[in-house]
């Protein structure tokens, strides 16, 4: 019979719920560094596909600002549907994940409103670098670009 104390018990049958967590943890990492390419990349395709479109509005006296609002406008869109969709799921699954939780509730609203706010900002920020690119275009080139 093996003694040891309340500390090294309590430590022992932590661990596999931290390591749960980490794994958790590092898998929202993932997810957030791959919606976030995968946004830039939908809008970066986008506005590469419109370039003409964007020439064309440039040209017939469309600001700067206007074209970062359109372009911007497309990526927030795509980060509502996004943030839609995934609170939706988030709230379904929350029995299975709230065996591991410790002092917040699964369905915690400043949780979920972090998790908005955050995947928001990102989704943005993603649309954003698009956006500057194609603000700077030049009208003359764009509609010579085929």
Do not use: C, H
């Not at 309340?6 to 590092?26: C, H, I, N, P, Y």
């Not at 799921?89 to 065996?99: D, K, N, P, Q, Y």
């Not at 649309?127 to 603000?135: D, E, K, L, T, V």
Request: aromatic letters at 6%; glycine letters at 8%; proline letters at 2%.
């Amino acid at each position: 019979m093996k003694l040891s104390t309340f500390a090294q018990e309590l430590g022992g049958w932590l661990a596999d719920r931290r390591f749960l967590l980490l794994l958790v943890g590092s898998f929202a990492a993932a997810a957030l560094a791959l919606a976030s390419v995968g946004i830039y990349g939908v809008v970066a395709l986008s506005v590469a596909r419109r370039t003409q479109e964007i020439g064309v509005r440039m040209a017939l006296g469309a600001q700067r600002s206007d074209v970062l609002r359109m372009i911007v406008g497309e990526g927030a869109r795509l980060a509502v549907v996004g943030l839609a969709i995934g609170i939706a799921v988030s709230f379904a699954i929350t029995r299975l994940l709230s065996s591991l939780l410790f002092g917040v509730s699964a369905t915690d609203p400043i949780t979920f409103a972090g998790v908005a706010a955050l995947l928001s900002v990102v989704a943005l920020l993603a649309s954003y670098i698009p956006a500057r690119r194609a603000m700077r275009l030049d009208p003359n080139t764009a509609l010579r670009y085929e």
